[in-house]
C-alpha cells in the first residue's frame, strides 16, 4: 500500500492502492465553482410505429436510458426493418397499412427484450438503495461473477436473449463470492484476469 506520505516519489502507476490514493488526493483539492445541475429525468417508451404516409426509427419510435448503450443499434435495426418493408410497399406486394403494421410487429420483437431489460435495470441499479450489506455481498458478488459478466456482456452484443440475464445471483456465483471474499482468495483474485473474451 502506498500511503500519502510517499505520493510524491512514486512511480506513475504502481498499483490499484496508488490509483485510489491519488483519486482521493484529486478529490481533496477540487472545489464547486458553478452550481451542479444534473441531467433531466431520462423517460422510456414507444410511440406509435406509424400512420398514413409516415413512420418512425430510432429514438423518434423507441427512446430510453442510455445505460445499456443500445440506441445505435435499435436505430440503425428498425430502419433496416422499415426499409424492407417500404420495398415491399412499393413492389406492391403490400399496402401501405400491411407494410407498416409488418414493420411494428419486427420492430417491437427486436428492441422489446432488450428494453425491459434497461428498464429493469435502471430501476434496480439506479433507482433502488440497498442496504450497505446487501451492496458489500450479494449485489458486488452478482456483478464481479465471471460466469454473470459473460451472460451480461453477451446480451449487450444481442448474442444472448436479454432474459438470460440474472437479477439476483445464482448459487454459484454466491458461493464464488464468498470464496473470494476470504483474505487468501480475494490476494489471489486481484492478480488473476476474472473473464475471459466474449465469442
Ligand atoms: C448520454 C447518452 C449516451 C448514449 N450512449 C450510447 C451508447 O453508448 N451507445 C449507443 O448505441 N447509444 C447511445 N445513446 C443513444 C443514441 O445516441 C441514440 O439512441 C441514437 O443516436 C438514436 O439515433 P437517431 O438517429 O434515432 O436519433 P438522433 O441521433 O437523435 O438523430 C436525430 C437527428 O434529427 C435531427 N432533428 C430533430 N428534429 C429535426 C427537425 N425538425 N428537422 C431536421 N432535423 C431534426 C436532430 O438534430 C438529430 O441530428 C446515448 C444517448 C445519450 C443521450
Known amino acids: 500500500m502506498i500511503d500519502r506520505a510517499t505520493f510524491p516519489s512514486a512511480p506513475a502507476v504502481a498499483s490499484s492502492p496508488f490509483i485510489y490514493d491519488t483519486s482521493m488526493r484529486m478529490l481533496d483539492e ?13 423517460e422510456n417508451a414507444y410511440r406509435e410505429a406509424y400512420g398514413q404516409g409516415w413512420a418512425l426509427t430510432g429514438d423518434a419510435f423507441h427512446y430510453k436510458d442510455p445505460i445499456d448503450g443500445q440506441g445505435i443499434y ?26 407498416g403494421a409488418m414493420y411494428k410487429e419486427k420492430a417491437w420483437a427486436a ?47 444481442r448474442v444472448e436473449a436479454p432474459s438470460t440475464v ?27 484476469p476474472a473473464l475471459s473474451p466474449v465469442q
Request: aromatic letters at 8%; charged letters at 25%.
Open 111 to 157: 428492441t422489446y427484450p432488450m428494453f425491459n431489460m434497461t428498464v429493469q435495470r435502471v430501476k434496480r441499479e439506479v433507482h433502488t438503495f440497498p442496504p450497505k450489506l446487501i451492496i458489500n455481498t450479494l449485489i458486488r458478488w452478482l456483478l464481479n461473477d465471471p460466469a454473470y459478466q459473460r451472460t451480461f456482456l453477451r446480451a449487450l452484443a
Open 30 to 42: 477540487i472545489g464547486m465553482i458553478t452550481e451542479l445541475k444534473g441531467i433531466r429525468q431520462v
Open 74 to 99: 435499435d436505430a440503425l435495426n428498425e430502419s433496416k426493418l422499415l426499409a424492407e418493408a417500404i420495398i415491399e410497399w412499393k413492389k406492391g406486394n403490400l399496402t401501405w397499412e400491411q407494410a
Open 166 to 192: 440474472p437479477s439476483t445471483p445464482s448459487l454459484g456465483a454466491i458461493w464464488r463470492g464468498i470464496l473470494s471474499s476470504l483474505p487468501a482468495r480475494s490476494k489471489r483474485q486481484e492478480e488473476t
